[in-house]
């Protein structure tokens, strides 16, 4: 009786392999289900067999019990199993790893100067505005004032959070760690923003002050740079327009688009050669020698859509810019908020803020409208 059943069992399986050749998905699962209860099957006849001591009258091997119970496992993992000679099994297979996107966090973030003040509310930085000049007087004349003037930026806390939700099955079924990508999204998220901030804080309550905003009153806007297109002579302008009159700095970093890196790279003289020198090494690089950071908050020169009086880029030493943490980044994670819908819910925050803390520490360019007609 438990020979003829082995028989039959082998026989249909060497059908089945014939018939997945043409068969549909929805039929192969069906018959992948099929394959795994003959195979238990077969399993429990060979167990008898042995106890019965009539092993050796089976129509297959004795290993084959062993075989049997490996293709059993293999079909429940899911893997490409042989069930006969002539066909082969074809289930889905899922990668272990993540494949990441493009870079979306300029190092901005990275380059200004960072105070750590856990449990503040807020944080004032003096500056310097200038000195006094000597002058001349008569014998027994009143010397002149000449003291140095100072003034304040004040850092106030803000409050920036992400959230992100990914469900039970998304944890623990797939090979891959969707859970720590979920975690790893919402402190680049964090990151994202206060990289962006850290240009285009409007300085309202509750916001960083940005480089660009009216509220950082540490810059003079009256030396904002006007420029209507990126030429030969565009950084020696931005370079020479920035700094006091005594002296060029150099060690200053030019903030700018990638479209404008790109017009940069680009620009020829009239014989072909490059009129800039760039090298690129990711989010940073130089161009003749000068340091760049890529940031995509600012807006670029080169697009024609870019409105006249919109910052594009800032120029100065990025210690001039000051960021304040006033707590650590808290990442938590929940499963009672959507316990019903078996989602999970991640949140992180973080309290900071920043502020322009130098008189004029950074140079504006704007873009500037083109004459009319193009001269």
């Known amino acids: 009786m438990y020979q003829k059943r082995l028989s039959e069992i082998k026989e249909r399986k060497a059908a089945i392999a014939k018939e997945i050749e043409v068969a549909d998905e929805a039929r192969i699962a069906e018959l992948e289900t099929e394959v795994e209860q003959l195979n238990t099957e077969e399993a429990q006849l060979r167990k008898k067999l042995?106890?019965?001591?009539?092993?050796?009258?089976?129509?297959?091997?004795?290993?084959a019990k062993d075989e049997a119970e490996a293709r059993g496992?293999?079909?429940?993992?899911?893997?490409?199993?042989?069930?006969?000679?002539?066909?082969?099994?074809?289930?889905?297979?899922?990668?272990?790893?993540?494949?990441?996107?493009?870079?979306?966090?300029?190092?901005?973030?990275?380059?200004?100067?960072?105070?750590?003040?856990?449990?503040?509310?807020?944080?004032?930085q003096p500056y310097l505005t200038g000195y006094g000049t000597g002058d001349y007087t008569a014998e027994d004349g009143t010397p002149p004032t000449a003291e140095p003037g100072f003034d304040y930026a004040t850092i106030t806390k803000t409050k920036i959070v992400a959230y992100a939700e990914d469900s039970e099955?998304?944890?623990?079924?797939?090979?891959?760690?969707?859970?720590?990508?979920?975690?790893?999204?919402?402190?680049?998220?964090?990151?994202?923003?206060?990289?962006?901030?850290?240009?285009?804080?409007?300085?309202?309550?509750g916001h960083f002050v940005g480089i660009f905003s009216p509220n950082a009153t540490a810059i003079d806007s009256n030396t904002d740079l006007s420029i209507t297109a990126i030429d030969k002579?565009?950084?020696?302008?931005?370079?020479?327009?920035?700094?006091?009159?005594?002296?060029?700095?150099?060690?200053?970093?030019?903030?700018?688009?990638?479209?404008?890196?790109?017009?940069?790279?680009?620009?020829?003289?009239?014989?072909?050669?490059?009129?800039?020198?760039v090298i690129a090494r990711g989010n940073v690089g130089t161009i003749n020698g000068?340091?760049?950071?890529?940031?995509?908050?600012?807006?670029?020169?080169?697009?024609?859509?870019?409105?006249?009086?919109?910052?594009?880029?800032c120029y100065g030493p990025l210690a001039n810019y000051t960021m304040?943490?006033?707590?650590?980044?808290?990442?938590?994670?929940?499963?009672?908020?959507?316990?019903?819908?078996?989602?999970?819910?991640?949140?992180?925050v973080i309290f900071a803020g920043g502020n322009v803390t130098a008189k004029n520490g950074f140079l504006r360019i704007k873009k500037k409208a083109a004459p009319v007609g193009g001269g």
């Open 50 to 63: 042995d106890l019965s001591g009539r092993i050796g009258a089976a129509v297959e091997k004795p290993e």
């Open 73 to 124: 496992r293999a079909l429940k993992e899911m893997r490409s199993v042989k069930i006969a000679t002539t066909g082969i099994l074809l289930p889905a297979h899922q990668a272990t790893d993540i494949k990441p996107s493009f870079n979306e966090v300029s190092t901005l973030i990275d380059r200004v100067n960072t105070r750590y003040l856990p449990g503040g509310e807020s944080f004032d």
């Open 169 to 205: 099955e998304l944890e623990k079924l797939p090979a891959a760690d969707y859970a720590s990508e979920v975690e790893r999204g919402i402190r680049i998220a964090i990151r994202k923003k206060i990289t962006k901030e850290i240009l285009v804080g409007d300085g309202n309550a």
């Open 233 to 277: 002579d565009t950084l020696d302008n931005i370079i020479y327009s920035y700094g006091g009159p005594e002296d060029v700095e150099d060690v200053a970093v030019l903030v700018l688009n990638k479209d404008d890196l790109k017009t940069f790279a680009m620009l020829r003289h009239a014989d072909g050669r490059k009129v800039y020198e």
């Open 290 to 313: 000068v340091p760049y950071i890529i940031n995509s908050a600012c807006n670029a020169v080169s697009n024609p859509s870019t409105i006249a009086g919109s910052y594009c880029m």
């Open 324 to 348: 304040a943490i006033f707590s650590d980044l808290e990442i938590a994670r929940s499963t009672d908020y959507k316990f019903k819908e078996g989602m999970i819910a991640h949140r992180g």
